[in-house]
């Protein structure tokens, strides 16, 4: 239980890291930059986040996957996987180039938009170490590596701030942080790519892993991951872009300020259940079935309960802190934030038992539920942006929440848990003190 404790306790402190510093870059370029450019740097960031989960293909979820069941016989796709994700990014950062050549009219926005094609690179290096740091058991080194960059950024908007850098000479730092980004992950994948690592849960046998598999292969398996990531991220950034669309970089300013604090609080879910759980609920589900109905148990509505606490602090905060930080410009912004924040305790607990499809041989099923929940955003979006603006974004990301989750948890109770004894309080703190769990 302590080293859980400890384990969880470093990714957290990397997360309030990565929180302040994600936020104290959005009021430093907020003030520095005209709303014009500052909706332009923003709605430019929300569009390659869009393209990092096509970059990095789903092969760091495949890599947790394949080497839970697998374990050391796993290494057989390392090679193949990264072949996979070179030829991606290579196309998307040309894709990037061509959509930044074609804003020709604003030479500014099409630097802005050359210059982030190396974020595309940046975080699909961090997609993959973040696996390789979980199949090791290292922690504290992916604590460190997730929270660098964006220390970086922090610098680099310190420096706009301090000589008041255009909006250009800002995406250029944000490119020197990503290629200096990928030169780490590069170092601290070397002994993976060998076959070299150990692996956290796997006793060393020694025996080949076999042939490599075929990259066809690859693509093939990964798929349903990269889908499920496409679909995240639409509901993180589409609105942003939509609302640049319709109603102009000032207006993707205003609510790219909300979403950027939503994004932070959504890191907890993702800490607790892709950066820490993931590699281990897919051992569990092929030894360990207790361990899989604790989760069900105690993990959903905990994370709900945890979510609707955080909404709150998110709320109190928001109504007088934004306006105080970012200037009555932003005043909306706060608005927008107590809306959206009624999304958290859906997306928390969304995030727990869409886990556990994954995990449990469900993870298309689990896609389809992620296609279904873009569908309804995209729809919601198409419908209330042109009609109520920023607040309709804001409501449609709110819809789309509550749908998945709903869909999530229907299908973890018929699918995953069927007709189980779920476990009581008792077998919970069993487990936590290292006793056997008893089903009850």
Known sequence: MTRVLIHLGMLGLSQVGVTVAAFATQILLARSLPQAAFGTLTAALAVVSLTAPLAVFGVSELWLQRFGQEGERAYRWVGPSLRLVLITCLLIVAGTLAWAAAEMRDPAEGGVRALLASVVVAQAGLALVASVQQLRGAYGGLSTLQAAPHLGRVLVVLAVWLFGLSVVAAAAGYAV?????????????????????????????GEPSGPAVP???????????VLGNVFYLIGMYLGTVTVAEVRGPEAAAVLSVPMSVLTAVYLVPRVAFQQYFLAKLHRWSQTDRDAILLAYRFGGSGMFALGAVIAVLVVLFALPGLPFLLGPEYRESATVLAVLALAIPFRFAGAAVASLLTSGGLLRRKVVYQGVGALVFVVALAVATPLWGIMGAAAATVAAEIVLCVLFWIAV???VVGDANLPSWHDLRQRLTKGAPRAS
Do not use: S
């Open 177 to 205: 942080v990503a290629l200096l980004t990928v030169v780490a992950c590069a170092v601290v994948m070397r002994p993976f790519v060998r076959g070299e690592m150990p692996l956290e849960g796997h006793t060393t046998t």
């Open 215 to 225: 990259v066809t292969a690859v693509a093939q398996a990964a798929t349903p991951f």
């Open 413 to 415: 109770r018929r699918r």
